[in-house]
């Protein structure tokens, strides 16, 4: 009996043979020793590329989650790999650690965050494998590995973005902050200033990123800052019911780009400037119910504007159907060899397509203009880089793909997508 799964947005859908979830180390590595290939590992199923699609065996480690153990003077915690994020910030709330950054939602797994390069924004704060203090994961042998930063540090950077192609990752050791406070406002300008004091604006703050409305030549700026201020209440999210505003307006006056233009930047004129406190935990997710595709791009940090005039120069001339704003971050420079922000301070370009239609001809005619400005792709969202392209973009490409076998000398985890990615076709 074959099973169907699909990722968050639909696009991607796949008809394992199976679909295991063991609760325990020894079925994961009977997993890995005897199951039907290829073996993909999925985390929650967010990644807009076909990551962990196969016609094999689909093993998700939903019931392998939790915390093993902590060291409070490190501020270390030793979590299973299937914990999501939101579980995972209540418990380190409750060991007073806290994680130094984040994305958009808390619904991915751990290891999948880890497993594509997931990232918050923050010209200082990196992505969550720059935490990683030690790991332990299974080959494609069967072995049980142990990484520490100490001992195995070019591994843990050859290992710690790997796209579940290096081993199903079983437990990792992050290195997290005491728990904090974040001042957090938003407050909307002309994306032509935006655009103007980008490096100062975004180098201002803790945590500095911008979300630019399709046609309405305004942005919205997020900042937030440590503060040991008392809380104060989040206001109640509005992204969802802002969405249903914006694909309104996109139905009924997609031919009138001026009037749709002026009405959004009427209703974001009238938009409350957000300001408040609160803990960590309660300042960085949103709930993300509208189902869309995404591309997200990471290019060099200065190349940043000059690509997002060109994006939003493209959107508005040739696709009156994109409603979803633009995302624009920047993530610090890291050492992981398979990382995007290797060694490069980045500016991060997200565009998104309502999951409803078609995303390929928008994301198509973006991808050349991210790519002119030297962009590497999400590892977890769309693109049409194979593996001649990421040679050319990751100066330890060769020698990350000799681990690689190394770790997985049977191709057990190699799907056709993971092939084209890593030239095994
Ligand atoms: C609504 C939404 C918001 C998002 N926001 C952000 C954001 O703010 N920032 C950002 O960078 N990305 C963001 N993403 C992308 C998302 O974070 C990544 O695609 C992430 O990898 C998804 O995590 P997951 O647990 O769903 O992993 P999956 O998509 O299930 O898997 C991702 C990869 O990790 C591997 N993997 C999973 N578990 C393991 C394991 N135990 N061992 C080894 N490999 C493993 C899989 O094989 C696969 O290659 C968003 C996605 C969505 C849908």
Request: with cysteine; net charge neutral; glycine share 8%.
């Amino acid at each position: 009996m074959t099973n169907s799964w699909t990722n968050w947005s639909g696009f991607v859908a796949a008809s394992p043979q199976q679909i295991l979830s063991p609760d325990n180390l020894g079925g994961i590595v009977e997993a890995v020793k005897t199951a039907l290939g290829p073996l993909r590992v999925v985390g929650a199923g967010h990644s807009f590329t076909p990551l962990a699609a196969t016609d094999g065996t689909l093993l998700s480690l939903e019931k392998f989650e939790g915390l093993v153990s902590h060291d409070p003077a490190a501020s270390l915690a030793r979590i299973r790999a299937g914990t999501r994020l939101g579980p995972l910030m209540k418990l380190l709330q409750e060991i007073g650690q806290g994680l130094p950054n984040m994305g958009d939602i808390d619904r991915q797994a751990i290891g999948g965050a880890l497993g594509t390069a997931t990232h918050g924004s923050g010209r200082t704060l990196g992505a969550y494998h720059t935490q990683l203090e030690a790991m332990q994961f299974v080959d494609g042998q069967g072995a049980v590995r142990e990484l520490t930063l100490a001992k195995d540090r070019d591994l843990i950077h050859a290992t710690g973005v790997a796209l579940g192609a290096f081993g199903i990752l079983t437990e990792v050791t992050l290195k997290n902050v005491a728990t904090y406070r974040l001042h957090r406002r938003k407050w909307v300008l002309p994306i032509k200033d935006m655009l103007a004091q980008f490096q100062p604006m975004m180098g201002a703050h803790r945590s500095a990123e911008f979300y630019y409305v399709p046609f309405s030549g305004h942005a919205q700026f997020i900042a937030s800052d440590l503060s040991d201020k008392p809380v104060s209440p989040r206001p109640p999210e509005e992204d969802e019911e802002g969405l249903a505003t914006l694909r309104k307006l996109r139905t009924v006056l997609a031919w009138a780009p001026w009037l749709r233009g002026l009405i959004i930047r009427s209703v974001m004129a009238r938009l409350p400037a957000e300001d408040y406190v609160q803990d960590w935990l309660n300042v960085y997710a949103s709930d993300r119910r509208t189902r869309f595709n995404e591309m997200e791009y990471h290019l060099p940090f200065e190349e940043g504007p000059k690509a997002l005039a060109e994006i939003i120069e493209l959107t508005e001339k040739r696709f009156p159907e994109v409603y979803f704003p633009m995302e624009v971050r920047s993530v610090a420079a890291d050492e992981f060899w398979l990382s995007p922000f290797y060694k490069r301070p980045t500016c991060s370009i997200a565009i998104h397509h309502d999951a409803a239609s078609n995303p390929l001809p928008f994301m198509r005619a973006a991808e050349p203009i991210f790519r002119k400005y030297g962009g590497r792709p999400h590892w977890g969202k769309m693109h049409s880089l194979t593996a001649r392209d990421f040679a050319a973009l990751y100066p330890r490409w060769k020698d990350a793909m000799e681990v690689r076998r190394d770790i997985d000398p049977q191709g057990r985890f190699v799907s056709p997508y993971l092939a084209s990615l890593f030239g095994l076709a």
